[in-house]
Nanobody
Framework: QVQLVESGGGPVTAGDSLRLSCAAS????????MAWFRQAPGKERQFVARISWSGGSTKYADSVKGRFTISRDNAKNTVYLQMNSLKPEDTAVYYC????????????????WGQGTQVTVSS
């Protein structure tokens, strides 16, 4: 069993940066694909980024490519999402998720989820 806890969200102004963290407990993250998803009010959950267990493979949604960077520190059992040049449309609850090494960007494939952290970007 893996427990995930996100942190680092908050209110910011457009153009600012934030770094989200996702700390895992219960089991090592080695071998798990890790991802970030987000859900804005009234909208469906959206894939943001994912990273392979080794960190050697990453994938991003087109809407965040070039602005967000996903990384992981397996020694610390933590995954990060560096968010730069934030826009109001990035406002959402951001969720960390863990899945098997074969998962990609479908949320339904991920078996473990955190409780989410709110990011609010004002113009």
């Amino acid at each position: 069993q893996v427990q995930l806890v996100e942190s680092g969200g908050g209110p910011v102004t457009a153009g600012d940066s934030l770094r989200l963290s996702c700390a895992a407990s219960g089991r090592t993250l080695n071998g798990y694909m890790m991802a970030w998803f987000r859900q804005a009010p009234g909208k469906e959950r959206q894939f943001v980024a994912r990273i392979s267990w080794s960190g050697g493979s990453t994938k991003y949604a087109d809407s965040v490519k070039g602005r967000f960077t996903i990384s992981r520190d397996n020694a610390k059992n933590t995954v990060y999402l560096q968010m730069n040049s934030l826009k109001p449309e990035d406002t959402a609850v951001y969720y960390c998720a863990a899945g098997s090494i074969t998962v990609d960007e479908l949320g339904a494939e991920y078996g473990y989820w955190g409780q989410g952290t709110q990011v609010t970007v004002s113009s």
